[in-house]
DNA sequence: AGTGCGATTGACT
DNA sequence: GTCAATCGCACTA
């Protein structure tokens, strides 16, 4: 089942919270592939790091919709880096998916990043997107319903969420923004740091 | 039209 | 641990 978009906190940080240990799901012809989302960075409204700092642009109209809709970009000239929209629709905000767990379609994971590596086919923003396809294409894609790419429930609670500073930024980088499955091996950063 | 650089990765010491 | 690759975008002129 998708999330509902209701059950979605407009707030991006608790956003970013609420997305650790659901479920990212990726449809493909040739079968399903899906993991577990374990860590999570919020891009807040007036954030100086976000993407919609400068207001609206060629690429960024999709962190303008409403909460739960795909803002995807291409980055460094290699990777692609998978969002969710967040905050009520018009306010450019966004949470970025950092590390998924693999549970179903590993295989298929495989193929698409060429690694054998369990830990390693997910943990990292541009991984998890090579490793189910996630490219421009499927910018502005509501997740809050089946289709290519969807945003499902978790069968249990999460484990303990950790917090820390995000990764890569040079802008506002003293923010707690970064959430964190405490104990998850597929987390891409820092396990335990700032808390 | 030109320039600088980034929400990273993979290869290498 | 260090470091270069790589290219679309935002900004300047």
């Not at 399903?32 to 993407?51: C, K, L, M, P, Q």
């Not at 490219?135 to 289709?147: A, N, T």
Request: charged residues 25%; proline residues 7%.
């Amino acid at each position: 089942m998708p999330l509902a978009r209701s059950e979605l906190p407009i707030d991006t940080a608790s956003l970013a919270r609420y997305l650790i240990g659901k479920v990212l799901v990726r449809e493909f012809p040739e079968g399903v592939a899906s993991g577990r989302i374990v860590e999570t960075e919020a891009y807040v409204v007036g954030d100086a790091a976000g993407h919609a700092y400068r207001g609206l642009t060629p690429r960024n109209p999709s962190l303008f919709l409403e909460r739960g809709h795909a803002y995807i970009y291409f980055i460094y000239g290699r990777s692609c880096m998978l969002n969710v929209s967040s905050e009520a629709p018009g306010i450019g905000a966004g949470v970025l998916i950092r590390a998924l767990e693999p549970l179903e379609g590993i295989p298929i994971m495989r193929l698409n990043r060429r690694i054998e590596r369990l830990r390693d086919l997910a943990r990292g923003p541009g991984r998890l997107a090579a490793a189910l396809r996630v490219d421009r294409s499927l910018d502005g894609l509501d997740l809050c319903r089946k289709g290519p790419l969807w945003l499902g429930r978790s069968d249990h609670e999460p484990g303990e969420i950790g917090q820390s500073t995000r990764i890569g930024i040079s802008q506002d980088a003293n923010r707690l923004l970064r959430f964190y499955l405490r104990k998850s091996p597929f987390v891409s950063g820092p396990g335990s740091l700032n808390e």
